[in-house]
């Protein structure tokens, strides 16, 4: 039986509402304990008004690094100086209609020089700023919580490394 090819649009709408969808999130973080966030514009597919870290859907044929790579690349400009896994979670969420998702978020600490970062989807972001991770901006993306407690002691420490 032959498989139909579907296009990279049509997979988009069906990861993680049709199928569990992996997710790579990055953290990028800076020499002073700072992490880059935006905040999302209503032209995101959700989370609108909300801050979060760079995020991307992985695509089939690449490596997690790869999809952490070309995501920090086409939202923020940047190169990775280094990339540390953190770990994982489950998401579980609401798209705005109500209809229910699922997501396996792939979590990574990213090294950044901040002279270097830059918003390259300016229809995506309405802000975007860095933090210390005890003076964050509100409103948080939904899951960020979840992040900081399973991961957060975790990126706390890759940052002091640096």
């Given at each position: 039986?032959?498989?139909?090819?579907?296009?990279?649009?049509?997979?988009?709408?069906?990861?993680?509402?049709?199928?569990?969808?992996?997710?790579?999130?990055?953290?990028?973080?800076?020499?002073?304990?700072?992490?880059?966030?935006?905040?999302?514009?209503?032209?995101?597919?959700?989370?609108?008004?909300?801050?979060?870290?760079?995020?991307?859907?992985?695509?089939?044929?690449?490596?997690?690094?790869?999809?952490?790579?070309?995501?920090?690349?086409?939202?923020?400009?940047?190169?990775?100086?280094?990339?540390?896994?953190?770990?994982?979670?489950?998401?579980?969420?609401?798209?705005?209609?109500?209809?229910?998702?699922?997501?396996?978020a792939m979590c990574f600490a990213v090294?950044?020089?901040?002279?270097?970062?830059?918003?390259?989807?300016?229809?995506?972001?309405?802000?975007?700023?860095?933090?210390?991770?005890?003076?964050?901006?509100?409103?948080?993306?939904?899951?960020?919580?979840?992040?900081?407690?399973?991961?957060?002691?975790?990126?706390?420490?890759?940052?002091?490394?640096?």
């Amino acid at each position: 039986m032959a498989l139909a090819k579907l296009s990279p649009e049509e997979i988009r709408k069906h990861k993680g509402v049709s199928f569990t969808g992996i997710s790579a999130i990055f953290f990028c973080y800076d020499n002073k304990g700072q992490v880059f966030l935006a905040k999302r514009s209503k032209n995101a597919r959700d989370e609108h008004g909300r801050w979060a870290p760079g995020a991307g859907g992985h695509k089939h044929g690449e490596t997690l690094e790869e999809t952490v790579r070309r995501e920090l690349k086409e939202e923020f400009g940047a190169e990775p100086l280094d990339i540390e896994f953190l770990g994982y979670f489950d998401v579980f969420r609401k798209l705005p209609d109500g209809t229910p998702t699922g997501w396996l978020a792939m979590c990574f600490a990213v090294r950044v020089d901040p002279a270097n970062v830059r918003i390259s989807e300016p229809d995506m972001f309405d802000d975007f700023g860095w933090y210390s991770l005890d003076k964050l901006p509100n409103p948080l993306h939904s899951q960020f919580d979840i992040f900081l407690s399973l991961h957060g002691e975790k990126l706390k420490a890759v940052m002091a490394s640096a």
